[in-house]
């Protein structure tokens, strides 16, 4: 099964920049979508970008323009650069894969997700 280890979290000052980064193993490229989400303490655990089968983004509309998602395809990792960060974006961070559906895309939801990293803590102070 794919195994998915999350790293890069830290404390960071609001404005700050920081990079996290997803090991995926037990995984060949493109048989999975990989995607990031985040819970914070006494919320629902939420997506935060996802790349599809195609190699499309997408972002939670509060982490639009600060975020990025990329995939290192050759070292099968994922990656979320985060810039102009905000003390509202302090949360445990995920990585998670999903299987493609029979469209060819893949849907992201927390339910959706087969695999799960065990996340990395990202706090941020005013």
């Known amino acids: 099964q794919v195994q998915l280890v999350e790293s890069g979290g830290g404390s960071v000052q609001a404005g700050g920049s920081l990079r996290l980064s997803c090991a995926a193993s037990r995984y060949t490229y493109g048989s999975y979508c990989l995607g990031w989400f985040r819970q914070a303490p006494g919320k629902e655990r939420e997506g935060v970008a996802a790349i599809d089968s195609d190699g499309s983004t997408s972002y939670a509309d509060s982490v639009k323009g600060r975020f990025t998602i990329s995939q290192d395809n050759t070292k099968n990792i994922l990656y979320l650069q985060m810039n102009s960060l905000k003390p509202e974006d302090t949360a445990m961070y995920y990585c998670?894969?999903?299987?493609?559906?029979?469209?060819?895309?893949?849907?992201?939801?927390?339910?959706?997700?087969?695999?799960w990293g065990k996340g990395t803590l990202l706090t941020i102070s005013s």
């Open positions: 998670a894969a999903v299987l493609p559906g029979r469209s060819g895309y893949c849907y992201f939801a927390p339910s959706a997700m087969n695999y």
